[in-house]
C-alpha cells in the first residue's frame, strides 16, 4: 500500500442491509394496526358531527376558528377579531395559522365541524411518518 491510496474493502466483507426478521415485520405490522386504531380513535368525533371541547379548545381555539372559517366565506378581513377579548390581533397570535395553505382550504371549503376535525387529526396523520423517521 502507497501512501495516500486508500484500499476499498473486498466485495465480500461490505455489509448488506440485512432483511427484516419475521418477528420484526409482525412487530412492525401490530404497530401500525395499534397506530390506525388509535387514529379511528382520536376521529370518533368526527364521524358523529361534533368536535372535541376540552380546555383551550373550547375556550379559544374553536371560536377562533369559527371567526376565521366565517370570515374566509364571507370574504371578510380575517386578522382582526373584534368579539375575542374585545378585540384581537388574530394574526399576530399565530395558533390559527391563517397563512397555512391546507388551513384556509378546509376552513374555507368545508363546514366548522369537519374542518375542524380534520385540522386536529392533521397534526396526528403526521405524527405517525415522522416518529418512524426519527426513530428508523
Known amino acids: ?3 495516500g491510496v486508500v484500499e ?3 466485495a465480500s466483507s461490505r ?10 415485520r409482525r412487530l412492525s405490522l401490530l404497530l401500525l394496526l395499534a397506530a390506525l386504531c388509535a387514529l379511528v380513535i382520536l376521529a370518533r368525533p368526527l364521524f358523529e358531527g361534533s368536535v372535541y371541547v376540552f380546555d383551550d379548545l373550547l375556550g379559544l381555539m ?8 366565517q370570515a374566509l366565506k364571507s370574504g371578510d378581513n380575517v386578522l382582526w377579531a373584534p368579539q ?12 390559527t395559522g391563517m397563512c397555512h395553505p391546507l ?3 378546509l376552513y374555507r371549503t368545508l363546514p366548522l365541524d369537519t374542518a375542524f376535525n380534520l385540522e386536529f387529526l392533521s397534526s396526528y396523520l403526521m405524527l405517525f411518518p415522522g ?6
Open 1 to 3: 500500500m502507497s501512501a
Open 84 to 95: 375575542i377579548f374585545c378585540g384581537y390581533y388574530l394574526h399576530g397570535d399565530g395558533q
Open 131 to 136: 416518529m418512524y423517521v426519527l426513530l428508523r
Open 103 to 105: 388551513h384556509w382550504l
Open 15 to 24: 455489509r448488506r442491509p440485512r432483511a427484516p426478521k419475521p418477528l420484526e
Open 8 to 10: 476499498s474493502a473486498p
Open 62 to 69: 374553536l371560536p377562533v376558528r369559527q371567526f376565521y372559517s
